[in-house]
DNA sequence: CGAAATATTGAAGTTATTCAACTGGAGTGG
DNA sequence: CCACTCCAGTTGAATAACTTCAATATTTCG
């Protein structure tokens, strides 16, 4: 049992109205930095919330496009299959953060995306977000600023180019734990959602490189590591020792 | 390193006013797409065109962000530099690609850019896009196309990250290929305009790792190389054997 | 032309991967 | 409840890939 769970308790509900303006996402999400007026407008563009269940796909790549999704609450990976069979992970994404940025270009979604828990999405229907948009200048501007921030985002993971599988490791860790600071949770102790396997695919490196790397970083004190629940013990040294990448 | 200003220096004619549409580069830039009537919009939206000289810098990590830049002709880098002092390229720029959506995020650029030969840009102030955007919802639309292909072509990269030294470089190549073809050059033989270094920087290898596995494909028969010119001699095999990556 | 930057190549060293054995936990069914 | 299997994770040893260091060649540019 995860100390940390994102989802909220009761949720046995399928489908329910989302609302903006009561939501507690608000500061996190496309809400952030809008007045009253306009997070009330919001809440005409947001569909619903939809509840995706551990190993549902939210969408597959290939199909066509509608809707941005923003995690409600819950925790998704994105990935592409490549020619070869291999999956290729590109994301992750946590409460607050929005799934389909990349399907804009086409019209259709570039990867699929997959809930890794229970997890709840709200649903933005994309003609109507640049309809309300063209009517609100700021929630306009916001939008642009979180495709922009997703640009940053993957711009940093690039710059793991240059560093080995612990540099890297720790990279991916301060990065979790400062977007789980963000809501609320503790940026010291926390749970994995994934598999060794998937983070090694993310960071471009094998599930055992990423296990001897955790055992590595164990022995020397700088993280405790029990399965998928990690402690990091000296997050400053960590930020020292290892590129802080604070990427977002 | 040249002493490379901010501003344009001594340029005969520094400054001139774009006009998208009687641009050569009109289905490739943010034209594409609009008809006659939005086009001549853009006309207002696009303040003028700057010389870049080779060396010289678009705009630094750090300054505020006010416009976009196309370019128009030239070629670009992006890159940040790490605390360490390594430089890391997060891109190469051709004529149609739009610069600085990484800045829309925190009204602050997040990487610097240098031309990499003499070049020119159309500038975008940022405001009177999303002003103008507002009154051409086509004109919105397909800027937010634009911004989405960003973040399809950078997670493309991020694919990569479990392919070797060679694959990885002939995805590099295949991707200029395409790109070069797309502006009406040759997709089969043309010249890098970086050096190996950046090029090992950009895909997270060493230079040397550059220089050996060029030497390797030439080996191989599938492509020849002369310094900086490029010729592919395979393309299918290339495709084939390494992954097509075609991200965009 | 000559200096500095860029590129190539070899040999040695390091890092990550592969293959394989083993552990422990979750879930299943007798 | 236990035996069993499956899956994720850990760890070791051998191998492959990449980097580093170093020497040399080539190109670029003032």
Sequence with gaps: MSPDSLMPKNCNIPCIKARCSS?????????????????????????????????????????????LHVVRSGFFKTYV?????????????????????????????????????????CEIPFAKLEGIGRTIPSLMHHFHKIMSREIVRDRGMLMLGGMKAGERLVAFLLNLSHRFAKRGYSPLDFNLRMTREEI?????????????????????????????????????????????SSYE
Tied chains: 1, 2.
């Design 23 to 67: 939501c507690s996402l608000r500061e996190l999400c496309l809400p952030v930095g809008l007045d009253e007026q306009e997070v009330r407008a919001l809440d005409h563009l947001v569909n619903q919330r939809h509840k995706i269940r551990r190993g549902e796909h939210l969408h597959r790549a290939g199909l066509s496009f509608h809707s």
């Design 200 to 244: 090694g695919s993310y960071l471009g490196l094998k599930l055992e490189t990423i296990s001897r790397a955790l055992s590595r970083l164990q022995e020397d004190g700088l993280i405790n590591v029990d399965n998928k629940r990690i402690r990091l013990n000296d997050i400053d040294h960590l930020r020292r020792q290892y590129g802080s």
């Design 81 to 121: 299959l490549q020619e070869d069979g291999r999956e290729q992970v590109t994301g992750f994404h946590m409460p607050g953060e929005v799934l389909g940025l990349d399907a804009i270009s086409a019209d259709t979604h570039t990867c699929n995306a997959v809930a890794l828990e229970d997890s709840e999405v």
